[in-house]
């Protein structure tokens, strides 16, 4: 699906409020309610808009820690990754899970409440995962920048 600036306006009022009114956005871009309503139904049914939710503050409900965690299979097969990538979608502590060129062959972003759980989640959760060779623990001290907002004026489409 082909999106306009228009749409791409659109993208960029949801990313920031999802919570905003088809009739507060349809004023804000300059359109008719109906029009608003019609491309917004567009985007969802292209799977382009695939979700609406909540950004909670992560420390303010106890997750303390947050990890970067750094994962070597020992074999690279297609069953062994299938297995592992199984294993990780069953870990509610592993919020992204990214699979990477380079030296290592998975990148995790992890939550947990403090120091203590981060080490019986890494012991008895992840290293009980068959096929990881090892993998390395990176803590955030301090996070610059983050966003959930994909940059839409950048894309070409």
Request: charged share 25%; with cysteine; aromatic share 4%.
């Amino acid at each position: 699906m082909k999106i306009d600036e228009t749409d791409k306006k659109i993208l960029e009022i949801l990313q920031n409020d999802g919570r905003i009114t088809n009739a507060k956005l349809a004023a804000t871009i300059g359109i008719s309610p109906p029009a608003m309503l019609e491309r917004v139904r567009r985007l969802e049914t292209a799977g382009i808009i695939t979700n609406y939710t909540a950004v909670l503050d992560r420390e303010k409900i106890g997750l303390e820690v947050m990890a970067i965690v750094s994962i070597s299979l020992a074999a690279h097969e297609l069953e062994s990754i299938d297995r592992f990538r199984e294993k990780l979608l069953a870990l509610d502590e592993v919020l992204e899970c990214h699979q990477v060129t380079g030296e290592d062959d998975f990148i995790l972003k992890v939550v947990l409440e403090n120091i203590k759980s981060y080490s019986e989640f890494a012991m008895k959760k992840l290293a009980g995962i068959p096929g990881i060779q090892n993998f390395k623990s990176s803590f955030v001290l301090n996070t610059i920048k983050h966003s959930n907002s994909l940059p839409v004026k950048l894309s070409k489409s």
